[in-house]
């Protein structure tokens, strides 16, 4: 992208935001209407409920309405929703969410999260947890930036909180079925009833199932890739019998059975040619097996909350929480039966919080609060050699051979050939994890139209690794055959400052100051011998800077905000798959030595008309390796600024909206429109790999800009809604990411498809 048209860009966003406020001082001597009159967006980000435009940090909150119009059902869909967010749900192994081009997903149970995840205030853990169906969903908010001072898990890069709709007195209940292309059925519902005058129980449960759209031409398939087959419920008991207490018992779960999607090669499986003529065309694959994924997770909260006479209150959050994933894949993704993948990961974890809220006061204003946090977490996994396969067509046996030898096994053009070890190449062990800390926000007024903002937290976080790995036939990939102890013990002490002036009633400027800070652990994964004395790898930390204006206009027909930011992360934790030359690849994790992250967000909302609303949302971002020597390939090493993989300069979302009367209810339309910018996969960014067999090379490592139409249409009555709806209406095939496989094949995921279909939704 040319600094022109970043210049150009910024521009534009500037252009927008004066005109924004333009608006708003060219009403101001209109009559001011009441907040009761106009709708005000309410969050609870800062543990009160305020009005968005009051918190000092950037923040997008995405409610019941636009996650419906929009079709999303989980999680990663809301990511075409806000700008800077992005989120990988192809398969729970390496789900991933990153805020302003910063995330990672943690398929090493040692490798923390840097974008924290929470339901309902219970944090949600590692990956496989994270991609939630979007059930009885009262809104979802997105804070971009360090997270500490606020949320009992510390977060470097942002949070994401998950609010359901509570229990309440009266009687209620929804159901909704919704069928789509790929046979798609989703059969979701909730039923809300009071018990007794102050005991209020609901349930909700959601069954989403849809054949994949990724064809396997292999004659031995059964079924296509990319399904979903997923069953989730919640059950909630709110109790109010008790003077001044309240408590909410939530038991919920999750279980799913589906074939996920783990890539497509476009190069045979050591990247030495292009891949068998069968899987070359966009969403197909020829692979002999096809992968699997069972996960179930479960979980039980207890929230209890007194009310004391001075107004304040004291809250409480124990939690329980259990997530199983288990996945078998094919190593090579070819017609060979070379090598299958076979993990299980499981994780317990249990989470106490408690805070001190002071009376609601127009002076002085805190929170603080205590939180302990412990996982323990178990994998296995095992690389597993086929017994036979077929070396034909473009598979070079010369190139492909070496690769085999490593491993024991023989080849020859055209004949199968035999493993000489059936044994595996594993790993196994368990990581104990404990974390204790405190925090607190204050907030003081000064002046009629200043406040200033404190956040202090300090926490101390242990890591024990019991851990052993066995690669005993790996030849000459040198995997390492030990046994691993070790205690890893990281503290931190994190201040944030925000300072907030009230421009007007309905204009709030802001500038804030917060650290974060992720914690070290250890590399357990398919490591080498040369890396088994350096498995530890140290904590990381960031500042971040920012300053933003936030407001809407008198009438409440406009709403807007923007942001500029700069974030430093220091001792930066990359994860990735090396090559080291000779066809050899090591898992990495090494702390960069710094990174460097900076942009501007904006968010406009305005009703045009009384039927007519349009939203529009963008990013841009700057974010680069600021020094990285070590970090790049054999050939070349320092990727010392270079952008960060996956990472988009620019983002837009444009939404319209619009609704009127038909008969006694109204029919209404909506469409969004998201444009995602360029991006490089790997920290070299490169675009192309070589292909030795053939003397040339094949795409990899960039993905250009992409688009996706979302659209529905509808109507909506008292007790029942009809509408039709439709996700990718263009039917974009567009790169989602692009990644070097173990043995140097290459491989890339694709968006999925146009799918279309119909809701109907009843209301009792």
């Not at 994933?325 to 106490?352: H, K, V």
Request: hydrophobic share 35%; aromatic share 12%; proline share 3%.
């Amino acid at each position: 992208m040319t600094k022109k048209s970043n210049v150009f860009k910024l521009s534009m966003l500037c252009s927008a935001i004066l005109a924004s406020t333009n608006c708003v001082h060219a009403q101001e001597e209109a009559k001011v209407a009441t907040e009761q009159e106009i709708e005000i967006i309410m969050v609870t980000a800062q543990k009160r409920v305020q009005r968005i435009i009051d918190v000092p940090t950037s923040i997008v909150s995405v409610n019941t309405d636009a996650i419906e119009k929009s079709g999303s059902q989980q999680l990663g869909d809301i990511e075409d929703l806000v700008p800077n967010l992005t989120i990988e749900d192809q398969n729970s192994l390496n789900n991933s969410i990153a805020i302003r081009g910063v995330g990672a997903h943690s398929r090493n149970i040692s490798f923390d999260t840097r974008v924290g995840v929470y339901l309902d205030g219970v944090y949600l853990g590692q990956s496989p947890g994270l991609n939630q169906d979007l059930m009885d969903i009262q809104r979802v908010e997105v804070l971009r930036g360090p997270q500490g001072s606020l949320f009992g898990k510390n977060t470097v890069a942002g949070a994401i909180n998950i609010l359901t709709k509570r229990p309440h007195d009266t009687f209620e209940g929804k159901v909704k079925a919704r069928i789509g292309n790929y046979n798609a059925q989703q059969f979701t519902g909730f039923v809300n009833a009071p018990l007794a005058d102050d005991i209020f129980f609901k349930v909700s449960a959601n069954s989403n199932k849809r054949d994949g759209y990724i064809e396997n031409l292999h004659p031995d398939a059964l079924i296509d890739i990319g399904n979903k087959n997923s069953t989730n419920y919640r059950a909630q008991l709110l109790v109010e019998s008790f003077a001044n207490l309240e408590l909410l018992l939530t038991v919920d779960g999750a279980n799913a059975d589906e074939a996920p999607f783990f890539g497509e090669h476009v190069t045979n499986a050591v990247g030495s040619a292009p891949v068998e003529a069968e899987a070359a065309p966009i969403r197909t694959t020829y692979t002999n097996v096809v992968p699997t994924e069972d996960r179930s997770a479960s979980g039980i909260s207890l929230e209890a909350i007194y009310e004391l006479e001075s107004g304040a209150s004291v809250k409480s959050i124990t939690a329980k929480r259990n997530t199983e994933l288990g996945t078998r894949t094919d190593l090579d993704y070819s017609s060979l039966d070379f090598f299958e993948l076979d993990y299980f990961d499981e994780y317990d974890q249990f989470t106490q919080e408690f805070q001190y809220t002071s009376p609601n006061n127009d002076t002085f204003e805190y929170i603080v609060g205590a939180y302990y946090y412990q996982q323990e977490a178990y994998t296995n996994r095992a690389a597993i050699p086929g017994n036979r396969a077929v070396v034909t067509g473009v598979l070079d046996a010369t190139l492909f051979a070496p690769t085999l030898a490593a491993f024991g096994l023989t080849t020859f053009v055209g004949t199968p050939f035999e493993s000489q070890y059936p044994q595996t190449v594993s790993n196994e062990g368990i990581i104990d994890t404990k974390s204790y800390a405190l925090f607190s926000n204050f907030t003081y007024k000064f002046g009629e139209d200043w406040q200033v903002g404190l956040g202090l937290r300090w926490g101390k976080e242990t890591k024990t690794a019991d851990w052993s790995v066995d690669g005993s036939i790996s030849g000459a990939f040198n995997i390492a055959t030990a046994d691993y102890n070790n205690e890893k013990s990281d503290n931190n002490f994190l201040p944030s400052l925000s300072l907030n002036y009230d421009v007007n009633s309905n204009l709030v400027a802001y500038a804030r100051i917060a650290t974060g800070s992720k914690s070290g652990g250890f590399n357990l994964d398919f490591v080498t011998e040369d890396q088994i004395e350096a498995l530890e790898f140290d904590k990381e930390t960031s500042t971040n800077f920012e300053l933003g204006l936030k407001g809407y206009s008198n009438d409440g027909s406009l709403r807007y905000s923007i942001t500029a930011f700069t974030t430093e992360y220091d001792d930066y934790q990359q994860s990735q798959f090396v090559d080291i030359g000779d066809g050899k690849t090591i898992l990495s994790i090494s702390n960069a030595a710094t990174v460097k992250t900076s942009g501007v967000e904006l968010e406009l909302s305005a009703d045009i008309t009384d039927n007519f609303t349009v939203g529009f949302s963008a990013g841009l971002l700057s974010a680069k390796f600021d020094t990285f020597v070590n970090g790049g390939t054999a050939d070349d090493p320092d990727v010392s600024g270079k952008r960060l993989p996956n990472s988009a300069e620019f983002e837009a979302v444009l939404s319209l909206d619009y609704s009127a009367e038909f008969g006694e209810g109204t029919w209404f339309a909506h469409t969004d429109l998201s444009y995602t910018g360029d991006m490089f996969t790997t920290p070299n960014n490169v675009k192309t790999h070589y292909m030795a067999a053939t003397g040339t090379d094949v795409e990899f490592g960039y993905l250009p800009s992409r688009t996706l139409l979302n659209a529905s249409v509808g109507v909506n009555f008292d007790t029942w809604s009809m509408s039709l709806w439709a996700r990718n209406l263009a039917d974009s095939d567009n790169a989602t990411w692009s990644r070097r496989q173990f043995f140097g094949g290459i491989d890339y995921s694709y968006g999925a498809p146009r799918t279309v279909g119909i809701e109907a939704t009843y209301k009792f």
